[in-house]
């Protein structure tokens, strides 16, 4: 079964029925132990950071996570499930003191910059459709489970408990999600589909491809439904990119099976689809 963790934040039906319209058998649970048993996790999410992971930790869920995916159980974070996989998050916070995450990811989730560095002005929230491509820095590759860099020694290092709410480390002001709009696909080529790539990245039509399970069967220029004000840290842990006012990471993956993608994949057509079944895929094999 596939825990989608009620924490009192997101589009948890939607996203149920999606893994459920895949073939999986998932239900809604905010009770920990029951997350504890789940043979996968899903952590789904709109709102801000700093309130999401002071109710997680109330709730006695953000441990029981933590531990299960550092013992390899399948896990998927979307939007801001994505950013809770991070040490800290500023969102919600205040300046200068950001909250704890689950500290699976290195890093701190930021707001996302309102324009692009030849200052041309983005609307942010950025709210729309828009391609993943594979990123410049590691071609997809996947963060390694143990040693220097990886996932892993990112959680063992890692001190946070929910006994501490915050970190310390500076960073910019929140400003608060927004745009819940539902996708249209008539909008596919809008200005949210962003700007130029640099070279070193795939263009569509290449016949490079996603090393990530998670993205079988998916192109790099697949459209996905964005929305969304703050934009996760770059590093080895970035299986794919995508770019709004700056080139961001939108897809992670922490180990072997598991994973956090910036776009919602229960609102993004067939695409998004095939994303969850491909989970529910992972989640199969144990």
């Not at 825990?3 to 920990?32: C, H, M, P």
């Not at 969102?91 to 930021?110: D, F, K, Q, S």
């Amino acid at each position: 079964m596939i825990a989608v963790v009620d924490y009192q934040k997101g589009n948890l039906k939607s996203v149920e029925r999606g893994l459920i319209a895949a073939g999986g058998k998932a239900f809604i649970t905010a009770d920990a132990s029951e997350i504890a048993k789940a043979d996968a996790i899903v952590l789904p999410g709109v709102g801000a950071f700093e309130d999401a992971a002071a109710t997680m930790c109330e709730l006695g869920q953000m441990e029981v996570i933590r531990e299960r995916v550092r013992a390899g159980v399948p896990f998927l974070g979307i939007c801001l499930g994505e950013h809770l996989m991070f040490e800290h998050g500023v969102e919600g916070a205040p300046e200068g003191n950001p909250a704890c995450g689950l500290g699976l990811l290195p890093g701190t989730v930021v707001a996302m910059p309102r324009y692009d560095e030849q200052g041309k002005a983005f609307k942010v929230p950025h709210v729309g459709w828009n391609t993943i491509e594979m990123p410049a820095c590691n071609g997809g590759a996947a963060v390694p489970p143990c040693g220097e860099g990886g996932g892993n020694a990112v959680l063992k290092q890692s001190s946070l408990r929910c006994g501490t709410a915050r970190g310390t480390s500076p960073d910019s002001a929140a400003l608060l999600d927004g745009g819940q709009a539902e996708p249209e696909l008539s909008s596919l080529h809008s200005e949210n589909a962003g700007g130029a790539f640099p070279n070193s990245a795939p263009q569509p039509g290449s016949d490079l491809a996603f090393a990530c399970p998670l993205f079988d069967g998916i192109a790099p220029g697949e459209y996905f439904y964005f929305t969304h004000s703050y934009i996760a840290p770059t590093g080895s842990h970035t299986i794919a990119e995508t770019t709004h006012s700056v080139r961001f990471t939108s897809a992670v993956q922490y180990g072997d099976r598991a994973f956090g993608v910036q776009f919602h994949p229960e609102k993004s057509s067939d695409a998004g689809a095939r994303v969850l079944a491909n989970f529910v895929a992972i989640a199969a094999r144990g």
